[in-house]
């Protein structure tokens, strides 16, 4: 008998250890046009929001088999962009966090004449929730760029209330202006305002906390910047459990990195490249810049640019859980990056996709998406899949309860992490089970 639980231990073991990780069209009856960002409005309506490069908003209803989206909102009379490959064009969106009662969203975009990103406030139409009112723009910031490159993009309401935007570093290349180390301009800069109270002469305030209010005046530092020293981060995110703000920053030509974005902290671009000087080889001075947790290499197998994503807290794929998630725009790699406290950092890398990875985002259920080309895709996993049958069932749960049973640990099956293999382990199959 111990001899036959051996083997079907073994087994067990084998099929949990290489269960595998795939990607899915997620809404197969729907394509997009440079998609660029995937959102969701969190009023309770699980519906998803598609931006589109060229200054279209769709929302459509979070389910596998939906038909059709509706057109929410189309400013590309609006969106100015160069000819052929650009990084211009309607770059992020952000839901207000009372949207549910006062229906107001954020876009950031570019335009020209004279070239720059500007940020304004939409609302949702009075009759049709999947429709915004055109006539309600209002200006909230604009901010000049002098190169059609690096134009950051993204905007997001923390956790604390505060709108935070990102503006890349002016762009060309090497950051000519030296705008990543200059604090008196928002460029190279990750900036948090207020937009529930405005001043004056602003459509926004400055919060009361922001870490350059009583700054040297020599310095000459603009009150909105939250952090700089940023070349082009392109997204960031929180992990409202731990509450870190993750950022993924593009590189020059050697590096790229993630940083855990804090206060008024100098993230060293462009003196540095990642945990390099600028430019690689030289020497520089490292007093007071903050290095990122994790660089890549770039150019090796293919890799040229990083999309930031998010920390999974989903309930779908437990192996993810807790691990910042991201990719690689030119090869749609997908790496997993787990935290230490210590430094001691773990990169797994999930798949190759072949997929353009444009951009992450969470559903209402913090269930992770990307897009790219011109789908929208999920990561699955074959784990819970305990007998390697290919299927997800009661046959799982019976496997794993006989686990528990013979009183044998293996982390493999400890879903929770908890060191132990219990009930508890048994609740999140049943979840996962249930989820697919």
Same mark, same amino acid.
């Given at each position: ?44 309506? @699980?519906?998803?929001? =598609? ?11 979070? /389910? ?38 006062? +229906? ?19 609302? =949702?139409?009075? @009759? ?32 604390? $209330? ?12 090497? @950051?000519?202006?030296? /705008? ?13 305002i207020d937009v529930d109270n405005p001043t004056e002469d602003l459509n926004y305030g400055i919060p009361p906390d922001n870490p350059f209010i009583l700054s040297d005046p020599e310095l000459e530092a603009r009150e909105e910047t939250y952090a700089y020293g940023l070349r082009n ?17 593009? $590189? ?5 990195? !993630? ?42 197998? +293919?890799?040229?640019?990083?999309? +930031? +994503? ?16 991201? $990719? ?5 790699? !997908? ?15 999930l798949l190759s996709t072949d997929i353009n990875i444009t951009s992450f985002g969470i559903d209402e259920n913090q269930e992770l998406l990307f897009c790219g080309n011109e789908n929208i895709y999920k990561i699955i996993s074959s784990e819970g899949d305990l007998n390697g049958d $290919?299927?997800?069932?009661?046959? @799982? ?18 879903? /929770? ?15 996962? !089970?249930?989820?697919?």
């Amino acid at each position: 008998m111990s001899m036959v639980y051996n083997i079907f231990f073994t087994f067990v073991l084998f099929s949990a250890l290489f269960s595998e990780y795939s990607v899915i069209n997620a809404f197969q009856n729907l394509s997009f046009e440079d998609p660029v960002g995937i959102y969701n409005a969190n009023d309770g309506t @699980d519906r998803i929001f =598609v931006i589109e490069q060229e200054g279209r908003i769709k929302v459509f209803d979070n /389910n596998a088999d939906v038909l059709n989206f509706d057109m929410f909102l189309n400013i590309t009379s609006l969106v100015d962009q160069d000819g052929g490959y650009t990084e211009e064009g309607l770059l992020g969106l952000a839901f207000h966090p009372n949207y549910s009662e006062n +229906g107001y969203f954020y876009v950031n975009y570019t335009s020209h004449n004279p070239r720059r990103n500007v940020i304004a406030r939409y609302s =949702v139409s009075m @009759d049709d929730p999947n429709e915004a009112d055109y006539d309600t723009s209002m200006i909230i910031l604009e901010v000049n760029q002098p190169y059609t490159n690096h134009n950051g993009g993204q905007l997001s309401f923390g956790p604390d $209330g505060y709108l935070y935007i990102i503006f890349g570093d002016g762009g060309s290349s090497g @950051d000519p202006q030296g /705008n990543g180390q200059d604090l008196s301009t928002l460029l190279g800069s990750l900036i948090r305002i207020d937009v529930d109270n405005p001043t004056e002469d602003l459509n926004y305030g400055i919060p009361p906390d922001n870490p350059f209010i009583l700054s040297d005046p020599e310095l000459e530092a603009r009150e909105e910047t939250y952090a700089y020293g940023l070349r082009n981060m392109w997204r960031f995110s929180w992990d409202l459990e731990t509450g870190f703000l993750w950022g993924a920053d593009v $590189g020059q030509n050697a590096y790229e990195e !993630i940083n855990i974005i804090q206060s008024g902290l100098n993230y060293g671009w462009n003196t540095m490249e990642g945990n390099h000087c600028y430019p690689i080889g030289s020497d520089c001075d490292q007093e007071g810049l903050e290095l990122p947790v994790w660089e890549y290499e770039l150019y090796v197998d +293919g890799v040229c640019s990083i999309t +930031g +994503g998010f920390v999974y807290r989903g309930n779908e794929i437990w192996s993810l859980n807790g691990k910042y998630v991201y $990719g690689d725009w030119c090869t749609g790699d !997908i790496w997993a990056l787990t935290y230490s406290d210590i430094g001691e950092h773990i990169n797994e890398h999930l798949l190759s996709t072949d997929i353009n990875i444009t951009s992450f985002g969470i559903d209402e259920n913090q269930e992770l998406l990307f897009c790219g080309n011109e789908n929208i895709y999920k990561i699955i996993s074959s784990e819970g899949d305990l007998n390697g049958d $290919g299927n997800l069932d009661v046959l @799982d749960v019976v496997n794993l309860i006989n686990l528990i049973l013979s009183g044998e640990y293996n982390e493999i099956v400890d879903m /929770n992490n908890d060191n132990l293999v219990n009930i508890l382990d048994v609740v999140i199959l049943v979840g996962i !089970i249930l989820n697919n």
